[in-house]
């Protein structure tokens, strides 16, 4: 199978959601799930649309409770289009499965194209065989079209054909199965009508965040037809009928224009939409610039090993990026949805998965990264908002945000094991602004953008490290500030056992992460020109007696030890260990840990296990001189072998119950076991193709592990990292892979050629450049030129171990 292609064959009922989501279009602006067109939301299938930061919230009565929740909406469904022969039921996959009419089926994505190809051939009762041809694309050149061709051929027979193409606006939210108790109503009809002789439109708005959503589709058969148009509440569609001839092939071209109220430059989405679609070429012609749109975005996003499997994944992790996150989310306001633009699981919320998607866009799309910052840097008045209503200063961003930056986090959720509704205290997970602070430094590092720093990531730096400043309680006895009530990353441990108040102290993750934060904002004071520092802390009003407990908590933050490693939490070392080896003989996989123990009626908070890597993601964030210097600093000794002596203590006491956890332990092994840290990497490869959570990617991609490979190969296998205006390198390549090739964007600098084998690396910058760049890897230190390019030899794919 081609490196560029992702082909299913057949017609499984229990994989079609899973090809519903890998086969997902999209551009940034909006995109839609894989299903076939004919589809409904039936169990099996789920034709979903999202629109990149279209949320609405509605109230649910769960459990003797109402809650509130807010959701990515699931726009109206522009793909309906299917056929009849004759008098005959209109076409259905699982009706002719269930027939045995279906001859044949198979469904290709072409990842270097944006192109999903579906062949079917069918028969009827009466013998008579069609074959089906259907191309579909939703545009990168203009994000607000897609476009479907059908072409029907007549084996054995000619007769009366009909062909119905609709947009249904009568859709929900009820692609998640543990959500469907709660209110999925999001949408209210506005109108629907037919435009001119080939077109028809519908309207439609979300019920409390009224966001107007408009649709038109234009529909053409290159055949005389027959056409009638009928309608009614939040559905619209035409019928068209042909006189088909034996071998005789009959084309069917839609396009659709998809517009909101969020749009610039419209004076009403539906009249938007009638215009751009009067407007669109033939299939062809979108599909020649939608092709050309594709090839300009995989030539800044070169990123080649050699060999194919992997390669093939990681084109396709990168193609799903690219159509959640693209060159047209830079004029939009939108965050990074855990789950992409791909499905409705965790409700289409952005958490902290930017940490692990940044990294590979800023070294090719800075603009959408800093894009992506932006829409962080907006929500800053409710996350000031957040910290004093909990009494601080400074911004406390939540864990899930959405709309507006409010705490989306659900306070109730379904344990499905069980049954039970259970309590949820994940907003606790006050780490995530650590994050976002961590992404605005390491954004400046790699691109220099001063004045990004200067007026809006000073500003969320600042904010963010006097939160955990004033979050931090002192401890008079021993000196030492401690962060009390929080969750780090592992969400299995939610407080202590016996303790009615949630939260746990002096989470390690958290409290060494903030010091890192709290001196980055030191920094920030000391880089920013002094009028634009005093402008800055006269707006902020950061008084010099907040600054100096600043420099006084990043010195003085407890980080908790046992038995020679870091310890997760205060008391983490008195908890239980659990029988591992027990759990996976009665449950094979525990990957859910958290709800076969509840199920039990027992809880995760009483032992030494963790969902995912919580202390540990400190090594995937911090170099080795990175988290040295702040131990260093806070008065501890870390050691020569800190770092592996804790990897070892708490690879075995993780369950892997997130896909996030393989990408960061394949970083981690990297240093110590290569064999073991490949077959991490190769677990996070396969982990949406083969669905390896077991359900989840129907419900959506796990678009932070899919970016996570993609940093991986250029930061832990090429070895590079961005360090102030030197370019470093560090290379360690797997037994796996005998060579990385990536092309590079760094600090204004737009040709960079990587290449990295097992006995060299080599380093070249375009003709054209403006000004030389500076390389490190090792001891060597050198400058090349436009035109120019630096060689080095390597030792098996590597220079000596490090922590890069």
């Given amino acids: 199978m081609s490196r560029w292609l992702l082909a299913y064959d057949g017609y499984d009922p229990d994989w079609e959601g899973v090809r519903e989501t890998l086969c997902t279009l999209g551009n940034g602006y909006f995109a839609t799930r894989g299903a076939q067109p004919e589809a409904t939301a039936d169990g099996v299938h789920y034709p979903g649309t999202y629109i990149a930061g279209c949320y609405d919230r509605l109230a649910s009565r769960v459990a003797g409770h109402t809650v509130v929740n807010e959701d990515l909406v699931n726009a109206p469904n522009w793909l309906p289009l299917t056929v009849r022969i004759e008098d005959g039921p209109w076409l259905r996959l699982a009706a002719l499965a269930s027939d045995g009419a279906l001859l044949s089926h198979r469904q290709e994505l072409d990842l270097r194209r944006g192109v999903l190809t579906r062949l079917l051939r069918f028969a009827d009762a009466a013998g008579r065989v069609t074959r089906m041809t259907q191309r579909r694309i939703v545009s990168m050149d203009d994000p607000h079209l897609a476009a479907l061709e059908t072409t029907l051929v007549p084996e054995n027979w000619s007769g009366r054909m009909e062909i119905r193409s609709a947009i249904d606006g009568r859709v929900t939210n009820c692609g998640v199965a543990r959500y469907r108790l709660l209110n999925g109503s999001h949408l209210v009809p506005d109108g629907e009508g037919a435009h001119g002789h080939e077109a028809v439109w519908l309207s439609c708005r979300t019920a409390t965040s009224r966001i107007g959503i408009a649709v038109a589709a234009r529909t053409r058969v290159d055949a005389a037809a027959e056409r009638r148009t009928h309608d009614e509440r939040g559905w619209i569609g035409q019928d068209l009928t042909v006189q088909a001839q034996e071998s005789v092939p009959v084309t069917v071209e839609k396009v659709v224009a998809l517009f909101t109220t969020r749009d610039r430059a419209i004076e009403e989405p539906a009249e938007a939409a009638r215009r751009r679609v009067d407007r669109a070429g033939t299939f062809d012609e979108l599909l020649e610039r939608h092709v050309g749109a594709w090839d300009r975005l995989w030539h800044r996003c070169q990123l080649d090993v050699d060999r194919e499997d992997v390669q093939r994944a990681l084109n396709l992790h990168t193609f799903h990026l690219l159509q959640t996150v693209s060159v047209h989310t830079v004029d939009l306001d939108v965050g990074v949805p855990a789950r992409g633009l791909h499905g409705e699981a965790y409700r289409g919320h952005v958490f902290w998965d930017e940490l692990f998607v940044l990294p590979f866009l800023t070294l090719r799309f800075p603009e959408v990264a800093r894009a992506l910052l932006l829409y962080r840097w907006r929500r800053l008045p409710e996350a000031r908002r957040a910290a004093r209503r909990e009494g601080h200063r400074g911004a406390m961003y939540p864990w899930q945000s959405g709309a507006d930056g409010r705490e989306e986090t659900q306070r109730l959720h379904l344990n499905p094991r069980s049954g039970r509704w259970l309590p949820d205290h994940s907003h606790l997970q006050r780490h995530v602004g650590l994050a976002i602070a961590y992404n605005v430094w390491r954004f400046y590092e790699a691109t220099g953008d001063a004045e990004f720093l200067a007026e809006y990531g000073a500003e969320m730096l600042l904010e963010i490290a006097r939160f955990f400043a004033d979050l931090a309680v002192h401890d008079s006895e021993g000196d030492r500030y401690e962060i009390r009530g929080v969750m780090g ?99 094979g996989d525990i990957r859910r840990l958290d709800r076969i123990l509840e199920a039990e009626g027992d809880t995760p908070n009483r032992y030494r296990a963790s969902k995912q890597p919580d202390v540990l993601m400190l090594f995937y964030l911090l170099s080795r001189q990175e988290l040295d210097s702040v131990l260093t600093r806070l008065g501890y000794t870390p050691g020569p072998d800190l770092i592996e002596r804790t990897i070892a203590y708490y690879l075995p006491r993780t369950s892997h119950g997130s896909t996030l956890s393989a990408v960061v332990h394949a970083w981690l092994m990297a240093r110590v076991d290569g064999e073991e840290a490949w077959e991490f990497f190769l677990e996070s490869l396969r982990s949406d193709i083969e669905d390896r959570q077991r359900g989840t990617t129907a419900e959506g991609i796990h678009l932070g592990a899919m970016a996570g490979t993609l940093n991986l190969v250029q930061r832990c296998y090429a070895g590079i990292s961005t360090q102030g205006p030197v370019l470093h390198f560090d290379p360690r390549l797997p037994t796996g892979i005998g060579h990385v090739r990536l092309g590079l964007r760094y600090r204004g600098h737009w040709g960079i050629d990587v290449t990295c084998s097992r006995d060299r690396l080599r380093v070249a910058l375009r003709h054209g450049v403006a000004s030389p760049i500076e390389v490190a890897c090792g001891p060597d230190r050198v400058t090349i030129e436009p035109g120019g390019s630096w060689e080095t030899p390597l030792a098996d794919g590597r220079l000596p171990a490090r922590h890069a």
């Fill in 489 to 587: 990353p592992d969400e299995y441990h939610d407080g202590y056992p016996g303790r009615d108040e949630p939260g746990l102290d002096n989470n390690v993750y958290t409290n060494v992460l903030a010091v890192w934060v709290l001196c980055r904002a030191l920094d920030v004071l000391a880089l920013l020109p002094a009028d634009s520092r005093e402008g800055l802390r006269e707006r902020l009003g950061l008084t010099g007696e907040e600054i100096t407990r600043m420099r006084d908590v990043s010195r003085k933050m407890r980080v908790v030890f046992h038995d020679g490693v870091l310890s997760q939490f205060e008391g983490y070392a008195d908890l239980e260990e659990l029988d591992w080896d027990g759990y996976r003989r009665r449950y």
